[in-house]
């Protein structure tokens, strides 16, 4: 069975940072992409920041552009996501979510094929 588990979420004041995790079980993430999405009350699903399956290429949604960090350790079957300069608009629930096999997209949720329960992070003003 697969699971996706985030961690590291809470919160934070603006201008504050928080790593996020994602541990990975029954998955080997190695040869996989891999992403972080987030949801905020009463919007969609949103794309913010995926790594190909060697962690060659890196990919932001335009507003966390240089502030926030994606990466991966494939021994350790984690993905981690670093957020600097967190600002209030930055609050959601934040999701990974593990990247089809062949087509993917970074940017779309219907390349992901496993989700995580995601992780609350809140910052205030």
């Known amino acids: 069975q697969v699971q996706l588990v985030e961690s590291g979420g809470g919160s934070v004041q603006a201008g504050g940072s928080l790593r996020l995790s994602c541990a990975t079980s029954?998955?080997?993430?190695?040869?996989?992409?891999m992403g972080w999405f987030r949801q905020a009350p009463g919007k969609e699903r949103e794309f913010v920041a995926a790594?190909?399956?060697?962690?060659?290429?890196?990919y932001y949604q335009a507003s966390v552009t240089a502030r926030f960090t994606i990466s991966r350790d494939d021994a350790k079957n984690t993905v981690y996501l670093q957020m600097n300069s967190l600002k209030p608009e930055d609050t959601a629930v934040y999701y990974c979510?593990?990247?089809?096999?062949?087509?993917?997209?970074?940017?779309?949720?219907?390349?992901?094929?496993?989700w995580g329960q995601g992780t609350q992070v809140t910052v205030s003003s």
């Open positions: 979510a593990s990247g089809i096999p062949l087509g993917w997209s970074a940017r779309s949720t219907s390349s992901y094929n496993y």
């Open positions: 029954g998955l080997s993430i190695r040869s996989y992409a």
């Open positions: 790594i190909n399956w060697n962690g060659a290429s890196t």
